[in-house]
T-cell receptor, first 113, second 114 residues
Framework: EAQVTQNPRYLITVTGKKLTVTCSQN?????MSWYRQDPGLGLRQIYY???????DKGDVPEGYKVSRKEKRNFPLILESPSPNQTSLYFC????????????FGPGTRLTVT | TQLLEQSPQFLSIQEGENLTVYCNSS?????LQWYRQEPGEGPVLLVT?????EVKKLKRLTFQFGDARKDSSLHITAAQPGDTGLYLC??????????????FGQGTILTVHP
């Protein structure tokens, strides 16, 4: 089954404790992206990757890191999480040749206390 | 940061009514997409529009792309409770070099009452 998977689905952590949210897709998509969703703000793009070893900032990259060492994986790293990073996070992937139509993962709900 | 204004933010209607959701920007899009999201799930693509003036239909949903490619609308005819959800527009802006940058509107929460 074609899908985007994210782990963990739920995470409660404390300020300053480094964490990684994994994202994997099995559709051989070149493009992958991370978003955060907050009430009233829609989805905001954090980082995106056009292909392996190619990443770029979205609209809200501060406090986040990404890497794209393999085509299928695009982990999101929070080196020192803060409470304002409490949010619902989505990973997505797409083919660049199809207008970047996004296939989304199921989401990761992160709470930073 | 380019802004994509989506309206209304909330819409509560009775089954059988029609409704329209709008998505506007001052910048030109190279393409625009509409997604629907249900609670606890990721957004799911409904449609992509690319050409100015383009109209696409998906059963009772009609999507229109403005002639100047700066705005779009989603019209639902005879809404049903199953249409309830969060509707999001998302655009890739023309020009510049950030080809992979996607901007989402704030979303419209639609509730259709039986």
């Amino acid at each position: 089954e074609a899908q985007v998977t994210q782990n963990p689905r739920y995470l409660i952590t404390v300020t300053g404790k480094k964490l990684t949210v994994t994202c994997s897709q099995n559709m051989n998509h070149e493009y992958m992206s991370w978003y955060r969703q907050d009430p009233g703000l829609g989805l905001r793009q954090i980082y995106y990757s056009m292909n392996v070893e190619v990443t770029d900032k979205g609209d809200v990259p501060e406090g986040y890191k990404v890497s794209r060492k393999e085509k299928r994986n695009f982990p999101l790293i929070l080196e020192s999480p803060s409470p304002n990073q409490t949010s619902l996070y989505f990973c997505a992937s797409s083919l660049r040749t199809q207008n970047y139509e996004q296939y989304f993962g199921p989401g990761t709900r992160l709470t930073v206390t | 940061t380019q802004l994509l204004e989506q309206s209304p933010q909330f819409l509560s209607i009775q089954e059988g009514e029609n409704l329209t959701v709008y998505c506007n920007s001052s910048s030109v899009f190279s393409s625009l997409q509409w997604y629907r999201q249900e609670p606890g799930e990721g957004p799911v693509l409904l449609v992509t529009v690319v050409t100015g003036g383009e109209v696409k239909k998906l059963k009772r949903l009609t999507f229109q792309f403005g002639d100047a490619r700066k705005d779009s609308s989603l019209h639902i005819t005879a809404a049903q409770p199953g249409d309830t959800g969060l509707y999001l527009c998302a655009g890739r802006y023309a020009g510049g070099t950030s080809y992979g940058k996607l901007t989402f509107g704030q979303g419209t929460i639609l509730t259709v009452h039986p």
